[in-house]
C-alpha cells in the first residue's frame, strides 16, 4: 500500500470516473487503474463498482475512503508542519472565495499578498459557500472568505469588516422616488435575484418583507449568476436588485443616482476569513487577514456594527 494509491481511490471517490481521476492526478489512466487494482487486491476489497455508472462506491470501499481522508491529510499536516517552522512564509496555500466576492476583494490584495509573499504559492478557487464547508472540513483548501457566520463547530471565523446592502433601482421605479427605503416596501416580485446556492441570494430573500402584489415582474422568472447581469436587467427592464457596498462603488456616476440606501438598521452582509480550527498554516493565516484588512476601503474598515443588521442565511438552504 503506498501513499500514491490512496490518492488515486480518493480522486475516483470524488471525481466517479478512472480517466478524469487520473488526469487530476496526471498519470495515465491504465497507471492508475493498475494502481488500484493491486491495492484492491493487497486489501481483499473491491472499493469501486465499476459497472455502475457513474463509478460507484461500494460499502467497504467507503471505509477505506474514509481513513485514507484521514492518511492523506496528516500527510499534509507533516509538510504544513515544517513549513510553519520556517521563518519565512513558505508553502502552497489554497484559498477558496465566493462568487460574490470575488471580482471586488480579491483583486485589492492579491498583487500585494503575492509581492510581499513571493514564496507562498496562493492558489485561489471560486466555489458557493456550502461547497466551501465541505473543503475546509476535507482538507481540500486551507482557508476561506465567506459571509458568515457560519455557525459551524470546526470552523473558525475572523471577522474582516462589515459590508451595507443599497437598492439599485430603475428610474420608473415607484421606490425610486425615496430618499431612503424601509426593508418591508420591499415587494420580491419586483427584485432580481441571484441563483440558487448562493449566500447573497439567501441574504436578499431575507431582507425581503416577502410581500407580493401585482408587479412588471410577476410573469418572468429569471435568475443570475452575477451582479453585472441584475444590474442590466434593471437599466433595461423595471425592478430592482439589491448590491453590496462594493459592487455600488463599481458603478457609474449615472447608475450611481440609481442607488438608494436603506433605513437604519441597515442590513449588511458579515465578511470574514474562515479556517479549519486545527489549521496548522496559522502564520500564512495571519499574514493573509493583515493584508487584507490593509487593503479594503477605508469605510469599510471603519464600519462598526452598531446600527446594523447583520443578514444571515442557511447554509445549504
Same mark, same amino acid.
Given at each position: 500500500?503506498?501513499?500514491?494509491?490512496?490518492?488515486?481511490?480518493?480522486?475516483?471517490?470524488?471525481?466517479?470516473?478512472?480517466?478524469?481521476?487520473?488526469?487530476?492526478?496526471?498519470?495515465? &489512466?491504465?497507471?492508475?487503474?493498475?494502481?488500484?487494482q493491486k491495492l484492491e487486491d493487497e486489501l481483499q476489497v473491491t472499493i469501486f463498482d465499476r459497472s455502475k455508472s457513474p463509478?460507484?462506491?461500494?460499502?467497504?470501499?467507503? #471505509?477505506?475512503?474514509?481513513?485514507? &481522508?484521514?492518511?492523506? /491529510?496528516?500527510?499534509?499536516?507533516?509538510?504544513?508542519?515544517?513549513?510553519?517552522?520556517?521563518?519565512?512564509?513558505?508553502?502552497?496555500?489554497?484559498?477558496?472565495?465566493?462568487?460574490?466576492?470575488?471580482?471586488?476583494?480579491?483583486?485589492?490584495?492579491? &498583487?500585494?499578498?503575492?509581492?510581499?509573499?513571493?514564496?507562498?504559492n496562493l492558489m485561489l478557487e471560486e466555489a458557493k459557500t456550502e461547497d466551501i464547508i $465541505?473543503?475546509? /472540513?476535507?482538507?481540500?483548501?486551507? #482557508? #476561506?472568505l465567506l459571509a458568515t457566520p457560519l455557525e459551524e463547530k470546526h470552523i473558525e471565523e475572523r471577522v474582516l469588516?462589515? $459590508?451595507?446592502?443599497?437598492?439599485?433601482?430603475?428610474?420608473?421605479?415607484?421606490?425610486?422616488?425615496?430618499v431612503k427605503v424601509k426593508e418591508e416596501e420591499l415587494d420580491i416580485n419586483d427584485i432580481w435575484l441571484l441563483n440558487k446556492g448562493n449566500c447573497f441570494r439567501e441574504q436578499v430573500l431575507n431582507i425581503c418583507a416577502q410581500k407580493r402584489g401585482n408587479s412588471t415582474n410577476e410573469h418572468i422568472n429569471f435568475e443570475s449568476g452575477n451582479f453585472e447581469t441584475l444590474k442590466n436587467m434593471v437599466l433595461k427592464g423595471f425592478g430592482y436588485t439589491i448590491l453590496p457596498h462594493m459592487a455600488v462603488q463599481d458603478l457609474s456616476k449615472a447608475q450611481k443616482k440609481l442607488v438608494r440606501p436603506f433605513k437604519a438598521p441597515i442590513p449588511t452582509r458579515e465578511i470574514s476569513l474562515v479556517f479549519s480550527k486545527d489549521c496548522l498554516k496559522r502564520k500564512i493565516v495571519d499574514a493573509? $487577514?493583515?493584508?487584507?484588512?490593509?487593503?479594503?476601503p477605508d469605510e469599510l474598515r471603519d464600519i462598526q456594527k452598531k446600527n446594523l443588521q447583520v443578514i444571515e442565511f442557511s447554509v445549504g438552504h
Open positions: 500500500m503506498t501513499l500514491t494509491q490512496l490518492e488515486y481511490i480518493l480522486a475516483v471517490d470524488q471525481l466517479k470516473h478512472f480517466g478524469k481521476a487520473a488526469e487530476s492526478c496526471f498519470v495515465t &489512466q491504465p497507471t492508475l487503474s493498475m494502481q488500484i463509478i460507484q462506491t461500494t460499502v467497504e470501499g467507503k #471505509a477505506i475512503i474514509d481513513q485514507s &481522508q484521514i492518511i492523506i /491529510k496528516e500527510k499534509k499536516r507533516l509538510f504544513s508542519i515544517l513549513d510553519e517552522s520556517k521563518e519565512e512564509l513558505t508553502g502552497e496555500f489554497k484559498l477558496a472565495v465566493i462568487p460574490t466576492l470575488t471580482p471586488f476583494l480579491v483583486p485589492l490584495f492579491i &498583487q500585494h499578498f503575492v509581492k510581499k509573499y513571493p514564496k507562498v $465541505e473543503m475546509l /472540513k476535507k482538507d481540500e483548501v486551507d #482557508a #476561506a469588516y462589515y $459590508e451595507p446592502f443599497y437598492l439599485f433601482v430603475h428610474a420608473k421605479h415607484p421606490l425610486a422616488n425615496k493573509l $487577514e493583515e493584508e487584507i484588512l490593509g487593503d479594503i
